[in-house]
């Protein structure tokens, strides 16, 4: 590797500062101090010019099949940054209905293959991708937009466009302060896939359910640098021996199985399957069995994200108290904490309509007063409120146990997202997913 010790302060020392020969580790200190203290490095402008293109770049699907596997390959040539799913559904009939969020529904997991990867990203699903964007959009009026950009709610209404559009929650791609991916430093292109359920998870009504999708496309942000000379890639490429370390918050879909709750009792569920990483923390949610998959000639109308409140939750690591919060409001307050906090947003569910026929009502509601968010990092992991290697527990192979009171007597399900300190590592253009 080439002695940079007595190099004049020019671009290539600076741009050495940047990587290592080490592959990185998530439990080697770093050199961060604070960042409340400006120095020459983050108190001037940046060392290249970049600008910042909004929706140049389009992947058409080539199947728009209901249940389809849709895979997108995003071009290794440039930086890429958010990622937007943008669907179309036919109109519906007057005996149809659309939930509020819908595409959220529709969308059965997520994953993504870095370039030439060793390592591929768990799958993520239905809720991850909600507890991941409600967490992320830091006020109530940003949640209850991102709900209405992702699919209004149709009653029957022919005249309504069905169009929905969602951020997908990739390392480079999310509301909070992430850095978008240099993809040149990559051999070969990245793989977004996703897997959609059948329409009859979210076509409420008594008549046919369309097939198809009219469109289903994905519009990716992207930087360019100015002189690309300037970049790492080129350096990278010419050094094969460097590591290039790109931190980000990996996150792991849990479901329960369901379970059959009396009213005001307590319930005791274990939470499983954890990595063998640092946890950063854990989003929950509860949903009546009866709300996904509705009973045919008792109600009509799929209602999939009716997150009902647990009342009196505490959570325990190893018999150890680690989240107690009795009543149902002390758990919100919890929510509120940080910069990046869940906030309630405007939501609204379909009425019981037994026949499937027109007219169809629903009615406002509250729509984070469901969820329970249990930090154990103190930087709003959560939200991904910084880009950071994070030093927190690892609860390998141990479950985590909690209890709960739910309102009234029915079977639930509890879903829960996991995330974890993690790095994508690149060297040689070949990338690995870092989890230690």
């Known amino acids: 590797?080439?002695?940079?010790?007595?190099?004049?302060?020019?671009?290539?020392?600076?741009?050495?500062?940047?990587?290592?020969?080490?592959?990185?580790?998530?439990?080697?200190?770093?050199?961060?101090?604070?960042?409340?203290?400006?120095?020459?490095?983050?108190?001037?402008?940046?060392?290249?010019?970049?600008?910042?293109?909004?929706?140049?770049?389009?992947?058409?699907?080539?199947?728009?099949?209901?249940g389809a596997n849709v895979q997108f390959s995003l071009a290794n040539s440039s930086f890429i940054d958010k990622c937007y799913l943008r669907v179309k559904l036919p109109p519906c009939t007057v005996n149809q209905t659309l939930p509020r969020g819908w595409l959220y529904a529709m969308i059965n997991s997520l994953n993504f293959i870095v370039g030439s990867s060793s390592s591929a990203a768990s799958q993520i699903d239905t809720d991850t991708l909600v507890h991941i964007a409600m967490c992320e959009s830091k006020t109530e009026e940003k949640s209850s937009f991102l709900w209405e950009m992702a699919g209004s709610e149709n009653l029957g209404n022919p005249a309504q466009v069905n169009e929905?559009?969602?951020?997908?929650?990739?390392?480079?791609?999310?509301?909070?302060?992430?850095?978008?991916?240099?993809?040149?430093?990559?051999?070969?292109?990245?793989?977004?896939?996703?897997?959609?359920?059948?329409?009859?998870?979210?076509?409420?009504?008594?008549?046919?359910?369309?097939?198809?999708f009219l469109s289903c496309d994905l519009n990716v942000n992207q930087h360019e640098l100015t002189d690309k000379s300037l970049g790492l890639s080129p350096l990278m490429f010419k050094q094969p021996e460097l590591y290039f370390a790109y931190p980000y918050t990996v996150?792991?879909?849990?479901?329960?199985?369901?379970?059959?709750?009396?009213?005001?009792?307590?319930?005791?569920?274990n939470l499983q399957s954890f990595a063998s990483s640092d946890l950063l923390g854990i989003i929950m949610t509860c949903q009546r069995e009866s709300d996904l998959n509705p009973t045919v000639g008792v109600n009509s109308?799929?209602?999939?994200?009716?997150?009902?409140?647990?009342?009196?939750?505490?959570?325990?690591?190893?018999?150890?108290i680690y989240y107690s919060a009795p009543g149902l409001r002390l758990s919100k307050m919890y929510n509120m904490e940080g910069r990046d906090g869940i906030?309630?947003?405007?939501?609204?569910?379909?009425?019981?309509?037994?026949?499937?026929?027109?007219?169809?009502?629903?009615r406002p509601t509250r729509g984070g007063a469901g969820f329970i968010v249990f930090r154990i990092s103190a930087h709003d992991s959560c939200a991904y409120g910084g880009q950071m290697l994070q030093n927190t527990p690892r609860f390998t192979n141990q479950s985590i146990t909690i209890k709960f009171r739910l309102p009234e007597t029915t079977t639930y399900v509890i879903k829960a997202t996991y995330l974890y300190t993690g790095a994508l590592s690149i060297k040689n253009g070949i990338s690995e997913i870092i989890q230690s």
């Open 251 to 269: 996150k792991q879909s849990y479901s329960t199985s369901t379970f059959a709750a009396t009213a005001g009792q307590i319930n005791s569920q």
């Open 164 to 212: 929905a559009v969602v951020l997908l929650p990739l390392p480079w791609s999310s509301f909070g302060d992430n850095f978008a991916l240099d993809a040149s430093m990559l051999n070969n292109t990245i793989i977004i896939k996703v897997n959609f359920k059948s329409f009859s998870t979210v076509y409420g009504g008594s008549d046919p359910i369309p097939n198809a």
């Open 301 to 320: 109308v799929i209602n999939p994200f009716n997150y009902i409140e647990m009342e009196d939750f505490e959570l325990t690591i190893g018999g150890q």
């Open 343 to 362: 906030f309630d947003f405007q939501q609204s569910f379909i009425n019981t309509n037994a026949t499937g026929i027109a007219p169809f009502t629903s």
């Open 1 to 66: 590797m080439e002695d940079i010790s007595n190099m004049s302060d020019g671009p290539l020392k600076r741009q050495m500062g940047y990587l290592s020969n080490k592959k990185p580790n998530t439990q080697t200190q770093g050199s961060l101090l604070n960042l409340e203290y400006p120095n020459e490095q983050n108190s001037v402008v940046a060392l290249v010019e970049q600008s910042t293109l909004h929706g140049r770049y389009i992947l058409s699907s080539t199947t728009n099949n209901s």
